[in-house]
């Protein structure tokens, strides 16, 4: 399987600051479609997963301009340009190459 | 409007079999193109993929699992069941299902768009 690894906010983000997120695979995330299929969605308390981003940087609909995701191979970023209150949660990647899908171990996201 | 509903019990004993529902509406189980996949998460903790069926009946699992699970979709119903044999309270978890549509974006689709609200199962005796 290939083992997702996702980095903790090291404290609390300041309302308005922007928040990165990191997520390594332990394997490349490149298909033979082409296409790297690296995921990142948002879980807000009690809420299911809402999907954010598909193929590392493609908002899905509805998703706000200000998350953006980037990377290649297997190291990605997910990055939140301005936090706003609404943000609060989980965040997951999650790698949609090779069955069977997996995630990675969430990073909890607070406001200051 | 693509929605999804699991259903099932929310209490099961030890060794016990689950049997978990999806229905889906605005979607056809058997379109080109579609999957539908079992996602469980116990209490405070991360998610965990369990399997998948895709329109043309394909189907993929856990290997961690594979020998408990077994998914299946009906067609006539619209829905996919999930079933998983000899049940232990670390299968206690919300379980979701989702959808894919491979074909959803111009190029190949594979993530999860649209997910249920859950169903929590406890198992304990």
């Known amino acids: 399987d290939i083992v997702m690894t996702q980095t903790s906010l090291s404290s609390p983000v300041i309302l308005g600051q922007p928040a990165s997120i990191s997520c390594r695979s332990s394997e490349s995330l490149v298909h033979s479609d082409g296409g790297t299929h690296l995921s990142w969605f948002q879980q807000r308390p009690g809420q299911p997963p809402r999907l954010l981003l598909y193929?590392?940087?493609n908002r899905f609909s509805g998703v706000p301009d200000r998350f953006s995701g980037s990377g290649a191979g297997t190291e990605f970023t997910l990055k939140i340009s301005r936090v706003e209150a609404e943000d609060v949660g989980v965040y997951y990647c999650?790698?949609?190459?090779?069955?069977?899908?997996?995630f990675g171990q969430g990073t909890k996201l607070e406001i200051k | 409007q693509i929605t999804l509903k699991e259903s099932g019990p929310t209490l099961v004993k030890p060794t016990q079999t689950l049997t978990l529902t999806c229905t889906l509406s605005?979607?056809?189980?058997?379109?080109?193109?579609?999957?539908v996949a079992w996602i469980r998460q116990p209490p405070g903790r991360a998610l965990e993929w369990l399997a998948l069926?895709?329109?043309?009946?394909?189907?993929r699992y856990s290997p961690n699992l594979r020998r408990r699970l077994t998914i299946t979709k009906d067609t006539s119903k619209n829905q996919v069941v999930l079933t998983m044999t000899n049940m232990d309270p670390a299968d206690t978890g919300t379980y979701y299902c989702?959808?894919?549509?491979?074909?959803?974006?111009?190029?190949?689709?594979?993530?999860?768009?649209?997910w249920g609200q859950g169903t929590p199962v406890t198992v304990s005796s």
């Open positions: 193929r590392i940087s």
């Open positions: 605005g979607v056809s189980v058997s379109t080109s193109g579609v999957a």
């Open positions: 989702a959808h894919r549509n491979y074909y959803a974006s111009g190029s190949p689709l594979r993530t999860y768009d649209y």
């Open positions: 999650m790698q949609g190459t090779q069955f069977p899908h997996t």
């Open positions: 069926i895709s329109w043309d009946d394909d189907d």
